[in-house]
Nanobody, 115 residues
Framework: QVQLVESGGGLVQPGGSLRLSCAAS????????MGWYRQAPGKERELVAG???????NYADSVKGRFTISRGNAKNTVYLQMNSLKPEDTAVYYC?????????WGQGTQVTVSS
């Protein structure tokens, strides 16, 4: 089983930046995917960005060019650098890790973009 601890959310003005972090522990010897999802009020949870074990990344069209996903050197931490934030980026952001046949979710961290 994988445990995830997220940090880095908060309130930021439009145009600002935030960096989210997610640290995985437990059965992390076979992580195949790490990613960030978000869910805004009244909307479905959506994939924001993901990174495969080989380093391939993918992004939602709405965040391309503004967000960057990366992993730490130990490969058990995933980051989401969010720049040029917009009010429509406001949501609860969830870390997702798939290790072997199992997937785990973080507890979620609130990101609010408002002036």
């Amino acid at each position: 089983q994988v445990q995830l601890v997220e940090s880095g959310g908060g309130l930021v003005q439009p145009g600002g930046s935030l960096r989210l972090s997610c640290a995985a522990s437990g059965s992390i010897f076979s992580i195949g995917f790490m990613g960030w999802y978000r869910q805004a009020p009244g909307k479905e949870r959506e994939l924001v960005a993901g990174i495969l074990s080989g380093g391939t990344t993918n992004y939602a069209d709405s965040v391309k060019g503004r967000f960057t996903i990366s992993r730490g050197n130990a490969k058990n931490t995933v980051y989401l650098q969010m720049n040029s934030l917009k009010p429509e980026d406001t949501a609860v952001y969830y870390c997702r890790v798939v290790s072997g046949p199992r997937g785990s979710w973080g507890q979620g961290t609130q990101v609010t973009v408002s002036s």
